[in-house]
Each structure stands twice: as C-alpha cells, then as structure tokens.
C-alpha cells in the first residue's frame, strides 16, 4: 500500500473532500494519508461512528483519527498504519499522552482492516463468546492497573 498502489485506485478517491482533507495536513506520507482515508471511510459508513476528523500528529509525521463512536461518548484517536510499517513504544506513547482512548488500525494492502484497543496498562479482555468459567476464578477480583 505505498503511494503506488494509490495511484492505480479510482480517481474518486483522490477527488473525495475528505481525502483532499487528509492530504492537505500534509504529512507527507501518501501510504499513511490513504490508509487513514479506507479508516475515515470504514468509521463513518460501516461503523456509524460521529464526529470523525483527521487530525495532524507533528511529532510523528501521521495523520490521526479522531471521534466518537456513538453521540455522547468520549472521543477516540485511531492511528491509521499501514501494516508494513513499524511502530516503536514511544510512538504510541507519544499517541497516548492525548489523553484520549486510542484504537491501533492495521490497514492491510488488500484494505484488510483490524483494530486493536490500546490502554494505558493492561486491559482485562471480555470472556471469548461460547466459553463458560469453570468456576474456580469465580471469587477473584479482576484489576485493572494503570
């Protein structure tokens, strides 16, 4: 998905407002730009979340996501990356000292997208669907440490 691949899509893409907007915060990384645009595209037409704007990071050179996933919640950052990029601790440091929850978005080249929540500490997951406890951890207090 680098700034090649972009240029073989429909011109539709290119010529989307919301695009030109991303374009313009003028990061200067195309395959970054494009990866948050299939995100923007995928939140506010599949996911119905509200409010999304594309936001500069300066430190980090990315274009950011940020919004509500229904009216009334918090705001959440989404870090649009193209999956054969690399991310370091500090760049997600640097995303979550916003103070805003933050969803990691792997953008694959086949637009293939998988989001991971990231906290400050350690989250404890939900229960897979169709597995029951045991019983034995019933009486254990589950924390959550920041």
Same mark, same amino acid.
């Given at each position: 998905?680098?700034?090649?691949?972009?240029?073989?899509?429909?011109?539709?893409?290119?010529?989307?407002?919301?695009?030109?907007?991303?374009?313009?915060?003028?990061?200067?990384?195309?395959?970054?730009?494009?990866?948050?645009?299939?995100?923007?595209?995928?939140?506010?037409?599949?996911?119905?979340?509200?409010?999304?704007?594309?936001?500069?990071?300066?430190? /980090?050179?990315?274009? @950011? *996501?940020?919004?509500?996933?229904?009216? %009334?919640?918090?705001? &959440?950052?989404?870090?649009?990356?193209?999956?054969?990029?690399?991310?370091?601790?500090?760049?997600?440091?640097?995303?979550?000292?916003?103070?805003?929850?933050?969803?990691?978005?792997?953008?694959?080249?086949?637009?293939?997208?998988?989001?991971?929540? /990231?906290?400050?500490? @350690? *989250?404890?997951?939900?229960?897979?669907? %169709?597995?029951?406890? &045991?019983?034995?951890?019933?009486?254990?207090?589950?924390?959550?440490?920041?």
């Amino acid at each position: 998905m680098d700034e090649d691949n972009t240029a073989g899509h429909s011109s539709w893409i290119k010529q989307h407002p919301v695009y030109e907007d991303l374009m313009n915060l003028d990061v200067g990384d195309g395959a970054q730009v494009y990866a948050a645009f299939l995100v923007y595209l995928n939140l506010t037409e599949v996911r119905g979340w509200e409010d999304v704007v594309g936001v500069a990071c300066p430190e /980090l050179q990315v274009v @950011l *996501l940020e919004g509500r996933e229904k009216e %009334g919640e918090l705001v &959440q950052v989404v870090y649009p990356l193209p999956a054969h990029r690399t991310v370091s601790h500090k760049d997600l440091r640097c995303i979550l000292d916003r103070g805003h929850p933050m969803l990691l978005c792997a953008v694959a080249s086949d637009s293939t997208l998988v989001y991971q929540q /990231l906290c400050d500490g @350690l *989250l404890t997951p939900e229960p897979p669907v %169709g597995i029951q406890d &045991q019983g034995r951890r019933q009486h254990r207090k589950r924390r959550l440490q920041t």
